[in-house]
């Protein structure tokens, strides 16, 4: 089910669909809640998906001006926006930059989370450099627009044989790219830039429960550096997901939910914490 809520200066537009243990979906830069559209109609077979548009994305909406929203007010935002939906735990799911927001939700909302999956995405701060070239772009889109964004994007984030073959997917994720506001690519960048390293806590995290995730052909946060994440968390899940690229949920759906509900149910969600909140 679709909803759309105002919570303070946000309004929201998600879905919210299925019923069981709740699972948060949350979306890579600079895309919409559409690229989880194949594990929404898988999961919520037996979970209750809820997958937003993180606030200035898609259709939700920042009412007012906003600077930009940092990697730590995104997690807060989504911890308000599970409150509002009566859920007091929930399984985090972040890609790329959904996954930053994942580990500032670890940090701080740890005793709402069941799990954690943490899907191409990475740990480390950005280099120096890679932070002065976002700071170049945020500026270049903000003053001309970000009329070449999808289309300088578009072949970072497929493997070669999606672009080959599957031009649906290629081209919805190109029109999600171009319909994002130059404000919103531009602050989400600059949020980027600034996000903190979060390496020193690997080896605290294995509580609740991590998947690592990644396409075999990432070429943004390749295989290499996720596995030697994983290694450092304690008894984490790593899969490589094979054929796909960065977007591995868009581009290999089945691999991919075949994964993450064996991870879900092996970890044997918790019957007997209260998922809704009191009233
Ligand atoms: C994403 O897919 O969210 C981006 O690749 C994240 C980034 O630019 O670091």
Redesign the pocket.
């Known amino acids: 089910m679709r909803k759309q809520l105002i919570i303070e200066d946000i309004e929201w537009n998600l879905i919210d669909r299925g019923e069981g243990p709740p699972i948060l979906l949350v979306?890579?830069?600079?895309?919409d809640h559409s690229m989880w559209s194949a594990q929404v109609d898988a999961l919520s077979e037996r979970f209750r998906v809820v997958c937003p548009d993180l606030p200035g994305y898609g259709r939700s909406r920042i009412i007012g001006n906003r600077d930009s929203t940092s990697m730590e007010e995104m997690a807060d935002e989504l911890a308000q926006l599970l409150s509002v939906l009566g859920i007091s735990q929930v399984a985090f799911c972040g890609?790329?930059?959904?996954?930053?927001i994942g580990w500032q939700f670890w940090l701080r909302h740890r005793e709402r989370l069941s799990h954690l999956v943490a899907c191409?995405?990475?740990i480390v701060a950005?280099t120096d450099e890679?932070a002065r070239g976002?700071r170049i772009l945020a500026r270049g889109v903000r003053e001309h627009g970000a009329g070449r964004v999808a289309s300088v994007?578009i072949p970072?984030?497929f493997a070669a044989t999606t672009l080959r073959e599957n031009g649906a997917v290629v081209s919805a994720t190109k029109r999600v790219i171009a319909e994002t506001s130059p404000a919103t690519i531009s602050s989400?960048?600059l949020a980027?830039a600034d996000r903190p390293d979060m390496s020193e806590y690997l080896e605290e995290m294995g509580t609740p429960s991590v998947l690592v995730v990644v396409g075999e052909f990432d070429s943004?946060?390749p295989p290499a550096e996720m596995s030697g994440m994983a290694r450092k968390i304690r008894n984490s899940t790593y899969v490589e997901i094979r054929g796909a690229g960065?977007?591995a949920p868009l581009e290999e759906p089945e691999s991919f939910n075949r994964a993450l509900i064996d991870f879900l149910e092996s970890q044997a969600l918790s019957q007997d914490i209260p998922q809704r909140l009191p009233e």
């Not at 979306?27 to 895309?31: A, I, K, Q, T, V």
């Not at 890609?95 to 930053?100: A, D, N, P």
């Open positions: 979306h890579g830069f600079p895309l890609l790329s930059m959904g996954g930053y191409d995405t990475r950005d890679v976002r994007m970072k984030l989400g960048h980027m943004i946060t960065h977007l």
